[in-house]
């Protein structure tokens, strides 16, 4: 099989992250996930900070992000990636319950690469994530700097 | 009041009283004639009586008398009678008019006492008739300033005058029915005493200003005479003597109580107003974040609850009996609905809380865009489509196009069970200010009786299973409509077909 990028999901329902990964096992994108639970922690995890001090000085392929988290919520994490200049390249995608327009402004304005809404119907929820992981962590080209696992 | 017309009455009388008449010129030579005789005949009669030497002062009253009465001309015909009469009648030879020279110095001294004697009386008839003059302009001046005065009682403001010292010298009918206070009450009192004002500024600094400019203007705090207080706007004019020195100021107040309560009322509701503004905003927000909250919340067990269950009929496929696995369906198809329930709910409450960006939009676009969108579920089905001109209209594009999303799918949906469906979208009255748009088809209708509720939210007239929907569609095409400043109605027939009409002003602005 192709090479697969590395996939950070930040997401703090359980449920959501046990699904998730469900869907990406299924087409066999799973192997490279890591989660975080909330923003803080995702922020902790692409500047090499805390319990990811020691992890290698790569950057993930793709960012999986839901906007409601407690902490740092996903506007606040996108916007601090977007805004710094070494981290501005990762992908990031808003995988969100919501379909309030107010929250596709301001995650577009703040530079979202796609912003998705999880289908209630879990076929159409595999679906997407599917698609998003096949996408991002193997059609995509990602930036200098990023991983590819094997 | 009274008084003051009193005095306008007096003053016209007083002006309307006859000077003496001047004498015409007959009766003032006449009048001399007759002096100088009765004057002769009393002379010859008191000398007939031995009196002697009575002639002379009796001829110069004569004279004196002419004067007085006649004037300078009957004077000097006085004169020269007596002269004559005196040299005929008194002077040797008596009865002659000759003329002795020792008599020429008698005769002078005579004509020059008489002239002066009519001088005087000319002069002082000259000042007496001056000073009759005087006293008939100061009248007619009086007379007019008293009508003016009772102009100014004509005038429903208040108008009063006080001299320098503050002291009322006049007061209108306007300021006795403002203040309760008649003129006879006012008149001599110290006017900010009397209505106890309230000046906004310093007293010093307001007749300096007036002083200056000679006028003032403000607002002032008065009382009347029963003690309520009334707020006026007050005018101040000062009148300056010939020389310039001030002497009076003329106040004029107008009753602007009401005026400021109406203001003080208007500023309560404004804020009011504002308050009631604030609290609908605050609920918006409310509403807002109870949306936001549904959408994000209620959304994300529904899916859990779907995902999972499906995973669990994925997993255990070969362990369920029918029945079970049928339980396991109906699971799904209920998160389902109610996941559209939330979807729709939510676009419902968007029309509410959203602002409506109205241009002017072909409807006509709307109505093709609303066939595209439908085809999906008109695959396979035998319509008739009849479509009418429809004019441009001004309204928020992405809502009306809902409107007729909405319309058309329901349209198709309750015809499915025709094996001809017939559907025509027209113009039913196209006016300057409203438009009535309607869509028809030959469905399954509606009872009338249940019309009322075709437009509730969750109101449905079918049982889901023989056709789907959540209820919301109509309701939100009424909200839509209502927001368009239009109305929504509809006319059915059980079996036969429905007919929904909506209405757009033009003029409303929301």
Redesign the interface.
């Known amino acids: 099989m192709s090479t697969l990028g590395r996939i950070l999901l930040v997401e703090d329902?359980p449920?959501?992250v046990e699904?998730t990964l469900?869907a990406l096992e299924e087409y066999n994108l799973a192997n490279e996930v890591i989660v975080t639970r909330d923003g803080e922690e995702a922020l902790d995890y692409v500047y090499r900070r805390g319990t990811f001090s020691t992890r290698s000085n790569d950057n993930p392929a793709v960012l999986l992000l839901d906007?409601?988290l407690p902490r740092v919520d996903g506007l606040e994490v996108l916007q601090q990636i977007k805004s710094d200049q070494k981290l501005r390249m990762i992908p990031v995608v808003v995988l969100?319950?919501?379909?309030?327009?107010r929250d596709m402004v301001a995650s577009y304005s703040l530079g979202v690469n796609a912003y998705v809404v999880?289908?209630?119907?879990?076929?159409e929820?595999v679906n997407a994530i599917k698609e998003l992981g096949i996408f991002w962590a193997i059609i995509n080209q990602p930036p200098p700097g990023s991983i590819k696992a094997n | 009041m009274k008084q003051a017309r009193l005095e306008a009455r007096q003053a016209t009388v007083r002006y309307k009283l006859p000077s003496p008449k001047p004498l015409s010129r007959i009766q003032r030579y006449g009048l001399a004639v007759l002096a100088v005789s009765v004057a002769l005949g009393g002379a010859l009669l008191l000398e007939r009586f031995f009196f002697r030497d009575v002639e002379v002062p009796l001829f110069l009253f004569a004279v004196a008398v002419a004067a007085w009465y006649g004037g300078m001309g009957a004077a000097v015909v006085a004169l020269v009678l007596s002269c004559v009469s005196f040299d005929y009648f008194f002077v040797e030879p008596l009865y002659t008019l000759d003329v002795s020279r020792s008599d020429i110095p008698y005769y002078t001294i005579f004509a020059s006492f008489a002239l002066l004697v009519t001088w005087f009386s000319t002069v002082r008839r000259r000042v007496e008739g001056e000073l009759r003059q005087a006293r008939d302009d100061l009248q007619i001046e009086v007379a007019e300033r008293t009508q003016q005065a009772s102009l100014l009682n004509l005038t429903h403001d208040t108008i009063f005058v006080r001299d320098m010292s503050d002291v009322i010298t006049y007061w209108n009918r306007g300021a006795q029915e403002l203040y309760g206070w008649t003129a006879e009450d006012a008149i001599g009192k110290r006017a900010h005493e009397l209505l106890r004002s309230v000046f906004p500024a310093p007293i010093e600094e307001i007749h300096a200003e007036l002083l200056r400019s000679g006028r003032w203007d403000g607002e002032l705090q008065k009382s009347r005479s029963d003690g309520t207080q009334v707020t006026v706007s007050s005018r101040w004019s000062l009148r300056r003597d010939e020389q310039g020195r001030p002497v009076a100021v003329l106040e004029t107040n107008n009753d602007i109580t009401e005026r400021e309560r109406r203001e003080r009322e208007i500023r309560n509701l404004n804020e009011e107003l504002g308050k009631r503004t604030a609290e609908l905003e605050a609920s918006n927000k409310e509403l807002e974040a109870f949306a936001y909250s549904i959408s994000h919340d209620l959304r994300a067990p529904l899916r859990h609850m779907a995902g999972f269950t499906e995973l669990l009929q994925k997993n255990t496929a070969s362990l369920l009996n029918a029945r079970s696995q049928r339980y396991v369906m109906m699971i799904l198809e209920s998160a389902q609905r109610m996941g559209n329930l939330i979807d729709d709910l939510l676009a419902f409450s968007r029309i509410s809380r959203t602002e409506t960006h109205k241009t002017m939009v072909s409807l006509e676009q709307l109505v093709e865009e609303a066939l595209t969108e439908v085809r999906k579920d008109t695959d396979g089905r035998n319509i008739v489509w009849k479509v009418g001109g429809l004019p441009p209209w001004y309204g928020d594009r992405s809502m009306l196009r809902l409107v007729l999303v909405n319309l058309v799918s329901n349209a198709v949906k309750f015809t499915s069970t025709r094996s001809q469906a017939e559907i025509e979208i027209g113009c039913l009255k196209h006016g300057q200010d409203q438009v009535v748009v309607f869509i028809r088809d030959n469905g399954v209708g509606f009872n009338m009786k249940y019309a009322s509720k075709l437009f509730g939210v969750f109101q449905r007239l079918h049982p889901p299973e023989a056709f789907e929907g959540t209820g919301i569609g109509l309701a939100t095409v009424q909200r839509i409509v209502h927001r368009h400043g239009g109305q929504v109605w509809a006319e059915g027939l059980l079996d036969k077909g429905a007919t929904f009409y909506f209405s757009l002003s033009k003029s409303q602005e929301d």
Request: aromatic letters at 10%; hydrophobic letters at 25%.
């Open positions: 329902d449920k959501d699904l469900t906007l409601k969100t319950s919501s379909r309030e327009e999880k289908p209630v119907n879990f076929h929820f």
